[in-house]
């Protein structure tokens, strides 16, 4: 049997998609299941014949659905190896608009309408257009006619899944703990690979609002990656916490993460001066909220992070003003005085104050 290019195949499918979703629209729910079977999937290398079977096994197609995106990914690279502009997954996110506006309405058939934004997701994110989730979010989110807790779970896992990324990406981690809290708590327990997906980002979640993760946690799933980087905030290792971001930088960035652990440091330099607060109380109590900032560049010289006084004195400022330290500074002395009363607040699953 003779194969077409991907990008022939793409073509060929993609033109039978626009006019079966035309189709559907004039149809009622039960045309769904082979509307969103079709909006996705194609195996790696297709024949003209076996996309025609599979067109017309609509089971088939509803157990394979999501792949089309895929299939577009590997036309792309075909064109690209061939010294043309991709285009294929961007047309492949166009199309599935067109499928969601098919499914936006009222009946049974808007119960597709999250799954489809989920694969129009991950076009987004793929193509690095994720300003482009805004308006599918607002139709889902906001439109009386969508009752959240209607759709099906896979697909209300998935949704949560790429909203709480998005919430990373806006710094805003509560709402982005929510989403991907609700994800990992509603994933099917088999699914090892889309838990560590999930974690993947909800780590640097609970991190950034101070809740640290078991080690087991890490080892299960094998993000280990994350080992140091806990690790740096038990101890208060400044110099551990940058090693880490160092020597796992590129999967950091990709995952779109990095920033979010390299500010960290400042729950790093709270830990480092609780533990030097706590040394002194044992030595010296009635001084102990008295900290001299020369200590403070000694210690961080030990750890090889050499500071003179008015960068440390810079850094406790900035500790004082974001509620990571009470108390003030005596500048004649050079000391921080810190309050006898909770000294080192607890974020308490609260992001530090911006």
């Known amino acids: 049997m003779a194969y077409v290019s991907m990008g022939e195949a793409h073509h060929r499918i993609t033109e039978y998609l626009n006019r079966f979703s035309d189709a559907v629209s004039y149809q009622d729910g039960a045309s769904l299941k082979n509307l969103l079977s079709l909006s996705s999937n194609s195996p790696s290398l297709i024949s ?14 509803f157990k394979q659905s999501d792949k089309f995106s895929q299939l577009s990914e590997i036309a792309d690279r075909e064109l690209t190896s061939n010294g043309k502009l991709p285009e294929k997954l961007k047309a492949a996110g166009s199309f599935l608009m067109k499928v969601f506006g098919v499914l936006a309405g ?23 257009t994720v300003h482009l989730c805004r308006s599918v979010i607002r139709s889902i989110e906001t439109a009386r006619i969508f009752d959240f807790e209607e759709f099906p779970k896979r697909d209300k896992v998935t949704y949560m899944y790429y909203t709480g990324r998005l919430e990373v990406f806006n710094e805003n981690f509560p709402a982005a703990d929510n989403k991907l809290s609700y994800a990992l708590k509603h994933c099917n327990p088999q ?5 560590r997906m999930i974690l993947k980002y909800l780590i640097p979640v609970k991190l950034s609002i101070g809740i640290l993760p078991k080690d087991w946690l890490l080892e299960k799933y094998n993000l280990v990656e994350y080992k140091n980087v806990v690790e740096a905030l038990k101890r208060g290792d400044l110099r551990l916490l940058r090693h880490a971001l160092q020597e796992h930088e590129d999967r950091f960035l990709r995952s779109g ?4 652990l390299e500010k960290l440091e400042l729950q790093v330099y709270q830990r480092l001066i609780k533990k030097i607060y706590i040394i002194q109380k044992q030595k010296d109590p009635n001084k102990a909220h008295q900290l001299k900032l020369e200590i403070i560049v000694k210690a961080l010289k030990w750890l090889e992070m050499d500071m003179d006084l008015d960068e ?26 810190l309050s006898k009363q909770d000294p080192f607040p607890k974020l308490n699953g609260k992001p530090v104050n911006s």
Do not use: M, P
Request: glycine share 6%; hydrophobic share 50%.
């Open 257 to 260: 993460v990095y920033l979010v």
């Open 191 to 195: 699914s090892e690979a889309n838990i």
């Open 48 to 61: 003209l014949a076996d996309a025609l079977a599979v067109f017309h096994d609509s089971n088939r197609l």
């Open 312 to 337: 440390v004195e810079c850094i406790v400022a900035i500790l004082i003003y974001k509620n990571l330290v009470k108390g003030y500074f005596a500048h004649k002395s050079k000391v921080v005085v």
């Open 106 to 128: 009222k009946g049974t058939k808007r119960v597709g309408a999250l799954y489809v934004t989920c694969q129009l997701f991950k076009i987004y994110f793929k193509l690095g």
